[in-house]
Nanobody
Framework: QVQLVESGGGLVQPGGSLRLSCVVS????????VGWFRQVPGNLHEGVAA????????FYGGSVKGRFTISRDTFKDTVYLQMSSLKPEDTAVYYC????????????????????WGQGTQVTVSL
Protein backbone atom coordinates (compact mmCIF):
# COMPACT_ATOMS: atom_id res chain seq x y z
CA GLN A 1 0.00 0.00 0.00
CA VAL A 2 1.38 3.37 -1.02
CA GLN A 3 1.56 5.96 1.73
CA LEU A 4 2.81 9.52 1.78
CA VAL A 5 3.02 11.18 5.19
CA GLU A 6 3.72 14.89 5.56
CA SER A 7 5.02 16.54 8.70
CA GLY A 8 6.68 19.76 9.82
CA GLY A 9 3.82 22.20 9.47
CA GLY A 10 2.94 24.73 12.14
CA LEU A 11 2.63 28.39 13.01
CA VAL A 12 5.47 30.72 12.02
CA GLN A 13 5.89 34.49 11.90
CA PRO A 14 6.31 36.34 8.61
CA GLY A 15 9.92 36.13 7.48
CA GLY A 16 10.43 32.84 9.28
CA SER A 17 11.27 29.37 8.00
CA LEU A 18 9.84 25.87 8.14
CA ARG A 19 10.93 22.53 6.72
CA LEU A 20 8.28 20.08 5.61
CA SER A 21 8.99 16.38 5.23
CA CYS A 22 7.23 13.79 3.07
CA VAL A 23 8.00 10.17 3.91
CA VAL A 24 7.02 7.76 1.15
CA SER A 25 6.42 4.03 1.53
CA UNK A 26 5.01 1.30 -0.69
CA UNK A 27 6.72 2.38 -3.91
CA UNK A 28 10.26 2.69 -5.21
CA UNK A 29 10.86 6.42 -4.97
CA UNK A 30 13.82 6.13 -7.34
CA UNK A 31 11.31 5.93 -10.23
CA UNK A 32 8.97 8.74 -9.27
CA UNK A 33 8.50 12.48 -9.30
CA VAL A 34 7.38 14.02 -6.01
CA GLY A 35 5.58 17.31 -5.88
CA TRP A 36 4.46 19.68 -3.16
CA PHE A 37 1.11 21.39 -3.49
CA ARG A 38 -0.86 23.72 -1.30
CA GLN A 39 -4.51 24.54 -0.94
CA VAL A 40 -6.54 27.17 0.82
CA PRO A 41 -10.29 26.75 1.31
CA GLY A 42 -12.22 27.51 -1.84
CA ASN A 43 -9.19 27.33 -4.12
CA LEU A 44 -7.69 24.61 -6.27
CA HIS A 45 -4.42 22.95 -5.40
CA GLU A 46 -1.47 25.17 -6.33
CA GLY A 47 1.73 23.51 -7.49
CA VAL A 48 4.61 24.70 -5.29
CA ALA A 49 7.61 22.58 -6.22
CA ALA A 50 8.53 19.19 -7.62
CA UNK A 51 11.59 17.01 -7.85
CA UNK A 52 12.48 14.18 -10.18
CA UNK A 53 13.89 11.74 -7.65
CA UNK A 54 16.08 9.75 -10.12
CA UNK A 55 18.12 12.74 -11.28
CA UNK A 56 17.30 15.51 -8.81
CA UNK A 57 15.87 17.96 -11.36
CA UNK A 58 13.75 20.53 -9.57
CA PHE A 59 10.80 22.68 -10.58
CA TYR A 60 9.24 25.64 -8.79
CA GLY A 61 6.09 27.68 -8.97
CA GLY A 62 6.59 31.37 -9.61
CA SER A 63 5.26 32.51 -6.25
CA VAL A 64 7.86 30.53 -4.28
CA LYS A 65 10.91 30.56 -6.55
CA GLY A 66 13.94 31.80 -4.66
CA ARG A 67 12.30 31.24 -1.26
CA PHE A 68 11.50 27.50 -1.22
CA THR A 69 13.87 24.61 -1.89
CA ILE A 70 12.85 21.03 -2.61
CA SER A 71 15.27 18.17 -2.00
CA ARG A 72 15.26 14.42 -1.54
CA ASP A 73 17.01 11.82 0.59
CA THR A 74 16.70 8.54 -1.25
CA PHE A 75 18.12 6.54 1.67
CA LYS A 76 15.30 7.77 3.88
CA ASP A 77 12.61 7.73 1.13
CA THR A 78 11.91 11.33 2.08
CA VAL A 79 11.38 14.54 0.16
CA TYR A 80 11.77 17.89 1.91
CA LEU A 81 10.44 21.36 1.28
CA GLN A 82 12.54 24.05 2.94
CA MET A 83 10.49 27.22 3.13
CA SER A 84 12.15 30.55 3.92
CA SER A 85 11.07 34.20 3.95
CA LEU A 86 7.54 33.02 4.60
CA LYS A 87 4.65 35.37 3.91
CA PRO A 88 1.06 35.36 5.19
CA GLU A 89 -0.06 34.35 1.70
CA ASP A 90 1.90 31.11 2.08
CA THR A 91 -0.68 30.00 4.64
CA ALA A 92 -2.31 26.79 3.37
CA VAL A 93 -2.53 23.05 3.80
CA TYR A 94 0.54 21.58 2.13
CA TYR A 95 0.37 18.18 0.43
CA CYS A 96 2.99 15.98 -1.15
CA UNK A 97 2.18 13.74 -4.07
CA UNK A 98 3.99 11.13 -6.16
CA UNK A 99 3.66 10.45 -9.87
CA UNK A 100 5.47 8.60 -12.65
CA UNK A 101 8.27 10.29 -14.64
CA UNK A 102 5.87 11.28 -17.43
CA UNK A 103 4.44 14.02 -15.21
CA UNK A 104 7.46 16.13 -16.20
CA UNK A 105 6.12 16.26 -19.75
CA UNK A 106 2.43 16.60 -19.02
CA UNK A 107 2.44 19.11 -16.15
CA UNK A 108 4.91 18.71 -13.32
CA UNK A 109 3.13 21.32 -11.18
CA UNK A 110 -0.38 20.23 -12.09
CA UNK A 111 -2.17 18.23 -9.38
CA UNK A 112 -3.96 16.21 -12.06
CA UNK A 113 -0.66 14.58 -13.08
CA UNK A 114 -0.13 12.84 -9.73
CA UNK A 115 -1.45 9.49 -8.55
CA UNK A 116 -0.65 9.21 -4.86
CA TRP A 117 -1.29 11.85 -2.21
CA GLY A 118 -0.61 12.46 1.46
CA GLN A 119 -3.08 13.78 4.00
CA GLY A 120 -1.58 17.27 4.25
CA THR A 121 0.00 19.44 6.92
CA GLN A 122 -1.15 22.92 7.92
CA VAL A 123 1.21 25.87 7.56
CA THR A 124 0.11 29.17 9.07
CA VAL A 125 2.16 32.35 8.64
CA SER A 126 0.97 35.01 11.04
CA LEU A 127 2.09 37.39 13.78
Amino acid sequence: QVQLVESGGGLVQPGGSLRLSCVVSGLNLDYYVVGWFRQVPGNLHEGVAAISVPDGTTFYGGSVKGRFTISRDTFKDTVYLQMSSLKPEDTAVYYCAAGPPRVVGIGVLSPYSYEHWGQGTQVTVSL
